[in-house]
Each structure stands twice: as C-alpha cells, then as structure tokens.
C-alpha cells in the first residue's frame, strides 16, 4: 500500500510542476503583452504627421502648460490613445466571448454584423430623429447589436439545421451586407446623416472629444464585470452544453450573461468610433497560441493585447499615406482579412 501511495506521489510531483512552470510562463507572457501595449502607448503619443519629442510628452503629461507641441500631445494624441485603449478592449473581449460562447473561432462583432447592425442604428437615429450627439445615439447602437445578433442566429438555424461556425459566418456576411446596403441608402437620400457619419463610419480614433468616452464608458465597464463574471465558466460552455451542464456549470446563465456583454461591448464602440473589424477576430487567435485554452487567460491577454494591436493601427496609419491619415479601420481591415482568410483555409484542410 505504500509503494502504491509513493508511486502515485512520483507522479503527481512533474503533473504539479508542470502545471506550475505554465502558470509563471503566462504570467510572464501577460506582463510582457502590458509592457508592449505601454510601448505603443507611447508611440502614438510621440508618432505622428509631425514628430514629438519625447521631453514634450512628457510636459504634456505631467506639467501642462499649452507651449510648443504639447498642445499636440494634450489636445489631440492623448484622447486619441485613451480611445484606443477603451475600444479596443471592448472590441477584443467581445470578440473572445463571441468565439467562446458560439464555439465559433471566426468569430467578430463586424463578421457576425453586430458593428453593421449599430450602425445602421445610429443612422437611423440621426436621419430620423435628428440625434447628433453620441448621448442619444448610444442606445440605438446597443439596439442595433442586439437585432444583429438575434436575426444572425435566426437566419443561421433555419429549419432544423445547427448554428455550426461556417451558418453563423455566411450568415453573419449576409446580414451584415444588407445592412450596410440600407444604411449606405439612407444616407445617400439623406445628405445631413451621410455629413454626421463621414468620419465616423471610417473607424478612427481621431477627432473624438472625450466627453464621448464618459458617455460610453460605464457600459463599457458594465460589459466587462459580465465577461469576468463568466470567465470561469467559458472553458465549460466552449466544450458543449451536454459536458458544461455535467460539470456543474448554467449554459444558459452564462450565454445570456455573454449576449448582454458582447452587445454592450460592440454597441458603445461603435458608437463611439465606428465600426471597426477584425480586432477581435485576430487578438483572441493570436493569444492561444501563448496562453492555450484557457479563456480565462485568453480574455486577461485580450484586454492588453486588442488596444495594442488596435493603437499600432492607427499609428501606422498616420505613416503610410503621410501627411493625410488612414482610418485605423481600414488597416485592421487590410491586415485582418488575410487572417480571416488563413483561419478558412486552416479550417477547411483540417475537416477534409
């Protein structure tokens, strides 16, 4: 009986180191994806049409005093990061929950057409009911999602056919398309919504006042608390409803905790800047290759991973049509779209 226990210890002992060299390396892999989401931090404040010294940021931060270029920095690139780093957590997160709750690793709110639902919302709003300020249109943009999402997944389990991943993305691109198309139609016909939604409906970061972060920030925040409050129970729900439920876990409790989380997320960055796409196709990909399966890991990694990629987008917009600007948008789109196009491939070759 003895030897029995010994030999049972010997082997439980590398099962426990390994398990605690995985952890050290995750935690060291997280602080070093923050130490590069502060990089780019910095790099968007000093990077830009006209480059910034980095004593100027400096004095911009710490001891402003509207000399020089630090107007630059204070007026127009701080704001322009501090959005970055709102939305593009909100846009990483929901993303993760997409592909977690759904089982759908082509998952995005612009590939699924939440961004398209919210902004045809916010159309709506502004060419019907005159709403110009982020304040009043922030609610049709939530509602905008939420519609998107129900009529994605209606269209995807048509008859008595599953939602699988492939449903819900042709599903996704349909919805979306036609909704862009009535969208694009409203505001030809309606020159004041097409002058209000210019800029916005390019996806940038720039020229956005920072009274539009306190009014989407709190449903930001409220989208976050759901996320990690089913964090736990992603890894369950990513398995099956049959496995989640024998382990313990509420399916449904933690879909509908997602839904509400994945449109508040989406709607409020849309809202505020647009609709942008791929960020959170591409963040949750790239952190499981460091962190694993672990979702709850992977959504740690998302919220500094996502605003890093999303602020080297728009710095490298600022660069490469110099002195005009990309829209971040665009070069999320330009580098995502290769990336969606792999993970089709990738997919198809593994199921053939």
């Known amino acids: 009986m003895s030897e029995t226990r010994s030999a049972l210890t010997t082997e439980t002992k590398p099962v426990q180191f390994a398990g605690a060299e995985i952890r050290r390396r995750r935690r060291i892999g997280l602080v070093a994806v923050v130490a590069l989401l502060g990089v780019v931090c910095l790099a968007s404040l000093v990077i830009g049409t006209e480059l910034v010294s980095l004593g100027t940021v400096w004095r911009a931060v710490t001891d402003y005093t509207d000399t020089g270029d630090e107007w630059i920095v204070h007026d127009l690139r701080i704001p322009r990061t501090l959005f970055g780093i709102v939305v593009g957590i909100a846009l990483g997160v929901s993303g993760a929950l997409i592909q977690a709750v759904f089982r759908n690793p082509l998952g995005d709110s612009q590939i699924l057409g939440l961004n398209s639902g919210a902004s045809l919302s916010v159309v709506a709003a502004i060419a019907v009911f005159g709403f110009t300020s982020v304040w009043s249109y922030v609610w049709f943009a939530f509602v905008g999602a939420l519609v998107a999402m129900v009529v994605v997944y209606l269209v995807a389990t048509v008859g008595t056919v599953a939602a699988t991943p492939v449903r819900l993305l042709l599903a996704g691109v349909a919805v979306g398309a036609i909704m862009d198309g009535v969208s694009f139609t409203i505001r030809n016909r309606n020159p004041r919504a097409f002058d209000s939604m210019r800029f916005w409906d390019a996806g940038t970061l720039d020229g956005r006042s920072v009274t539009v972060l306190a009014a989407v920030g709190p449903f930001i925040i409220v989208g976050l608390v759901l996320a990690l409050a089913v964090s736990r129970t992603l890894n369950s729900v990513a398995l099956g409803d049959d496995l989640a439920t024998a382990m313990g876990g509420s ?88 990336v969606l196009i792999w993970q089709i491939r990738r997919r198809a070759v593994s199921e053939s």
């Open 251 to 338: 399916v449904a409790r933690t879909q509908v905790c997602s839904i509400i989380a994945i449109t508040l997320l989406a709607g409020a960055a849309t809202a505020a800047v647009g609709p942008i796409g791929f960020v959170g196709l591409m963040v949750p990909h790239i952190v499981r290759r460091l962190t694993g399966p672990d979702w709850r890991w992977i959504l740690a990694y998302t919220v500094a991973a996502a605003p890093a990629l999303l602020i080297a987008a728009d710095v490298i917009g600022r660069l490469v049509v110099r002195p005009a600007e990309l829209a971040a948008g665009i070069v999320t789109a330009f580098v995502g779209a290769p």
